[in-house]
């Protein structure tokens, strides 16, 4: 076998182990599977817009093109893309250029009965190249390929929470302004029914403590509206933030009270190993097992020798009319070795080390898959349950306004008395708040199912990961898909 053989066959091989994707236990379906009809999937559609609300989907374009977070992420991904550019340069020579102008004065032992003072010349090309014969190079880049995924799968999960973030944030101010509403209404009601106790009260039909009573519940009803104003103040500060505005930026836009979106019809979960293939989380921890995988067969090269080749073409003179001469010429090549044979107690420290860390990604990557599944379990029951409570205390309300009705009819008819008629508004006002509640608690459940599921979201990139990326990145996308950067 001639030597061009040789080195071609063992430039095939690479030590370390190679990267097989861990193997999980996956049931075929979620335990609080909803009892519901699939729902229909269109090509396409961003989980949002199932919400059919205008305002929430400009809301989401916003925060995913401008917010702050989301730019710390896309940088992260074009900084490690930039290090994998940089690591794929090893595969070439190494080529540097040098020129030298001096003078130089030697010794009068050294002249040899010559000048001692001359001056120098010196220019050339020097190239180098190490022979990856063991897979140094090779692993080294495959752990750099593995993290721009990490990185990418990172940036898809910060869609993934800009996104649900900005979502939950818009169902709770359009929640907290349905609460207020009901507030501002109970105390209109209230201010009615304190109105009508005075008229009593001077007419001689009623007491001064009914008339205490009734204005201490119309206080403390008035109470909770501007704890109520500062909730959707708060919440209207988080979404400008949300969408890369200052605070006060989305006041007005968002100050004219409107009713929370209504719910999909129903949302089909998919089974859990369709909704652990799309979730970026699991996709980045299985990239950062890769790497640490390759991080092995990078320390397991320093036990085999390293070989290079170098050379020099290149021009020395002492005087300048002689410089690039054919007589000038300077050149030479070299063959290298390096190889701390002696050294390897350290190598194979490095080696238990980089092991540990594989088996550390490992457990890492396990524990990801059982927080996955258990994320989309919680949120399917929550969901599933927020629903009948939505039903119920709805019913609930529809039930209590009747009942106040017909107790203020028959307070005027003097049928029942005050504490009658104060009970039952007090009681109106909590099945209105609580089913408002409830079905804010419902909507954020569905976003939050979407979340888990990260099912609906685009297969897209910012312009300026496609701008940027190296020849041979690639994104993994929050719905799965991956798209080639070019």
Not at 216 to 245: C, D, K, N, W, Y
Not at 300 to 325: C, E, I, N, T, V
Not at 416 to 436: C, H, K, T
Not at 453 to 473: I, K, Q
Request: hydrophobic fraction near 45%.
């Amino acid at each position: 076998m001639t030597m061009a053989v040789w080195l071609a066959a063992l430039s095939g091989c690479a030590v370390g182990p190679d990267f097989h994707k861990p193997a999980s236990a996956v049931p075929e379906k979620f335990s609080n599977q909803i009892a519901a009809a699939p729902a229909e999937k269109k090509a396409g559609t961003v989980f949002w817009e199932h919400f059919e609300d205008a305002q929430l989907n400009a809301l989401i374009e916003q925060a995913l093109a401008s917010n702050a977070d989301l730019r710390v992420a896309l940088a992260r991904y074009d900084s490690t893309n930039a290090l994998l550019a940089e690591s794929k340069f090893d595969y070439l020579p190494t080529l540097t250029t040098r020129a030298e102008l001096g003078r130089q004065k030697v010794s009068e032992d050294q002249s040899y009965g010559f000048p001692r003072s001359h001056a120098t010349y010196d220019a050339g090309v020097h190239a180098s190249w190490e022979l990856d014969l063991f897979g140094r190079v090779r692993r080294e880049v495959e752990g750099r390929s593995a993290l721009v995924s990490a990185s990418a799968s990172d940036l898809a999960g910060m869609q993934v929470l800009i996104a649900t973030d900005t979502a939950r944030s818009y169902m709770e101010l359009r929640g907290l302004q349905e609460r207020l509403r009901v507030v501002r209404e109970n105390i209109s009601n209230q201010r009615q029914m304190l109105d009508l106790v005075d008229v009593r009260l001077k007419a001689g039909r009623g007491t001064e403590f009914d008339a205490t009573r009734a204005k201490a519940q119309f206080e403390m009803t008035a109470s909770r509206e501007p704890a109520l104003e500062a909730q959707i103040a708060v919440t209207q500060h988080r979404l400008a933030v949300l969408t890369g505005r200052t605070p006060g930026m989305l006041q007005t836009e968002l100050s004219t009270a409107r009713p929370l979106p209504a719910l999909p019809a129903s949302i089909d979960p998919d089974s859990p190993a369709d909704v652990l293939r799309r979730r970026p989380d699991i996709a980045a921890a299985e990239a950062r097992l890769h790497a640490a995988t390759a991080d092995i067969g990078v320390a397991k090269a320093a036990l085999f020798p390293r070989l290079s080749f170098s050379g020099l073409l290149g021009y020395q003179a002492f005087h300048r009319d002689a410089m690039f001469r054919s007589s000038s010429q300077s050149n030479y090549g070299l063959l290298g070795i390096d190889w701390s044979f002696l050294d390897v107690g350290r190598v194979r420290a490095r080696i238990a080390a980089s092991s540990a860390d594989a088996r550390a990604e490992l457990a890492h990557y396990q524990q990801t898959v059982l927080l996955a599944l258990e994320d989309t379990e919680n949120a399917l029951v929550r969901y599933s349950r927020t629903r009948s409570e939505d039903d119920m205390l709805s019913r609930a309300a529809q039930d209590s306004a009747q009942a106040a009705r017909l107790a203020r009819l028959r307070y005027q008819a003097g049928e029942i008395g005050l504490y009658e008629l104060l009970d039952a508004e007090r009681v109106l006002l909590e099945a209105q708040e609580a089913s408002a509640d409830s079905r804010t608690r419902s909507a954020v459940a569905a976003v939050t199912l979407y979340r888990a599921m990260a099912g609906g979201w685009p297969e897209r990139l910012p312009v300026s990961a496609v701008e940027t990326a190296g020849d041979e990145g690639s994104l993994q996308l929050a719905g799965g898909g991956t798209q080639r950067v070019p």
